[in-house]
């Protein structure tokens, strides 16, 4: 079962966003998100998905996208300066690129 992200994602709407990941995950053996319909994304978002991703990796659960960032999620990327800074891993995460 994949999570599927909202096309919006941002500070007005991040707590709901946040229990709904929260149930999925205790439900799921593994987190997949699909993040194709987001548009109206901020750093808020950002934080998110990289604090699911810490918190599952302590837990031994995997974090995937099931496909990688869209256009809008790449520009917050790039905006909030992560692709400056990606390493193997996140580039894996995010753009899944590396992935065979």
């Not at 031994?60 to 099931?66: D, E, F, N, Q, R």
């Not at 300066?81 to 390493?87: A, N, P």
Request: glycine share 4%.
């Amino acid at each position: 079962m994949t999570y599927s992200m909202p096309a919006k994602a941002n500070i007005r709407n991040i707590r709901d966003i946040h229990a709904e990941l929260l149930d999925y995950s205790s439900s799921s053996t593994q987190i997949e998100i699909d993040l194709g319909n987001c548009e109206d994304i901020d750093l808020s978002f950002l934080q998110l998905i990289e604090s699911v991703r810490k918190s599952a990796a302590a837990g031994g659960k995997p974090v995937t996208l099931s496909r990688p960032a869209n256009a809008a999620v790449k520009t917050a990327l790039k905006r909030a300066g992560f692709l400056d800074v990606l390493s193997t891993e996140d580039a894996k995460f995010w753009l899944h690129e590396g992935m065979q």
